[in-house]
């Protein structure tokens, strides 16, 4: 009887070191499981921030070669005319310039149904995600 109470104790000792090895592998792949995830966060941040000046770069070159065009064309009489009438309203001698007036249209914004659950609950787990987001 001895003996096998000797060799249960030796079989625990035994095991405990691999059940703390097998905690700590948690914790460490849990860790690098997180450091990752914020890095991601990171990376698709810095991606749209990549595309956003991109656009505005396009946007920017756009109209760099609408202003060439511009100056190439200033001495162009058509070209002349068609900015003073587009840009300045101006018109000929004689001419009646027609305008026309559109309607506004009245646009109802109906409530939601679940407007307070929607509300209040929506804002509720918004403070929680900012707070869990604060603190990791």
Do not use: C
Not at 47 to 69: F, G, R, V
């Amino acid at each position: 009887m001895e003996f096998e109470k000797k060799q249960k104790g030796r079989w625990l000792a035994k095991n405990s070191y691999y059940f703390l090895a097998g905690i700590v592998f948690l914790i460490v792949a849990a860790a690098l499981i997180f450091v990752d995830f914020k890095i991601y966060q990171k990376k698709t941040a810095y991606l749209s921030q990549i595309d956003y000046y991109q656009k505005q770069i396009q946007e920017i070159e756009a109209e760099n070669e609408k202003l060439k065009q511009g100056i190439e064309n200033s001495d162009d009489i058509n070209y002349i005319e068609k900015v003073a009438r587009e840009e300045l309203d101006m018109q000929k001698p004689g001419e009646k310039v027609v305008g026309f007036v559109m309607p506004e249209q009245k646009t109802q914004a109906q409530a939601p149904k679940d407007f307070w659950i929607s509300n209040f609950l929506g804002s509720w787990l918004s403070g929680v995600w900012q707070w869990l987001k604060n603190k990791f």
